[in-house]
């Protein structure tokens, strides 16, 4: 809040001695509706419930003609990033119980279906320059997600568009980037080695007894042959 102008722009000096733009102001905004909406102290709300009503009056009146917005907070030209910067703080405002124009948001929502380019379903930068971009298209997708559920039309061609060119991009991407494992000899896991059994150990192991069942102590025990002919003739 401290940044605030009374205009309701909120804008942060830079290390380098210039002030941000309407990205931070955009951002700002949003994060204001969202502590707003919270609602965890009254005398906080109430001076952060100004100062978000300032913000979002602001980016109202500096939205230009084609339903966008730019830099400076004034009527000029407009590109996408920022717009949605702006439909975001929008649209988090109106969560928070903001009051916010319709006409506002679906004019912003219109300057980005414009932006889209119907060569491959991407969005453009601006209006009239700038190729399809992977992270741009994404947030042109999203806000058209950010007027709600209730107002999204079904199967929107629009989105439909949107996403196809994402996930096409995203499967090109990868496959470009992809390169077979390598597995060296000396990278290999060594298979596992069995002790050999020594005529030693096998001889103790043939001295050992075996251990007579429990079922087996019950049996009667057989004779050996010396007992059964009465041992060997004297």
């Keep these: 809040c401290e940044n605030a102008r009374d205009t309701g ?3 942060v000096m830079g290390a380098g001695g210039s ?7 955009g951002f700002a905004t949003l994060f204001l ?12 709300d109430s001076r952060v419930g100004e100062k978000l009503r300032k913000a979002i ?3 109202v009146r500096t939205q230009n003609d084609a339903g966008g917005w730019r830099y400076q907070p004034q009527k000029s030209n407009a590109d996408l990033s920022i717009t949605i910067c702006q439909i975001m703080a929008l649209r988090a405002a109106r969560n928070a119980g903001i009051s916010v124009p319709r006409q506002t948001m679906d004019r912003a929502i ?38 709600g559920a209730d107002e999204i039309e079904q199967n929107d061609p629009a989105i439909q568009r ?18 077979p494992p390598v597995v060296s000899n000396s990278t290999a896991p060594a298979r596992a080695q069995l002790p050999k059994e020594s005529p030693t150990n096998t001889k103790q192991m043939a001295k050992v007894p075996r ?8 049996l009667p025990q057989k004779s050996s042959a010396a007992e059964t002919t009465g041992g060997p003739a004297k």
């Excluded at 509706?33 to 906080?44: I, L």
């Excluded at 414009?114 to 741009?136: E, V, W």
């Excluded at 949107?162 to 390169?179: C, E, H, I, V």
Aim: proline share 1%; with cysteine; hydrophobic share 35%.
């Design 211 to 218: 251990k007579r069942s429990r079922l087996e102590s019950t």
């Design 57 to 59: 009056k602001l980016i």
């Design 110 to 147: 219109a300057y980005v279906r414009r932006c889209q380019n119907p060569a491959d379903g991407g969005f453009r930068y601006m209006l009239t320059s700038g190729g399809s971009a992977f992270a741009r298209s994404a947030a042109g997708v999203a806000s058209l997600y950010y007027r």
């Design 33 to 44: 509706s969202e502590a707003y909406g919270m609602g965890m102290h009254k005398d906080v």
């Design 162 to 179: 949107g996403l196809d060119y994402l996930m096409r991009l995203q499967r090109t991407t990868a496959k470009a980037n992809w390169t």
């Design 19 to 25: 002030r941000d733009n309407m990205y931070g102001h």
């Design 9 to 11: 722009y909120i804008s």
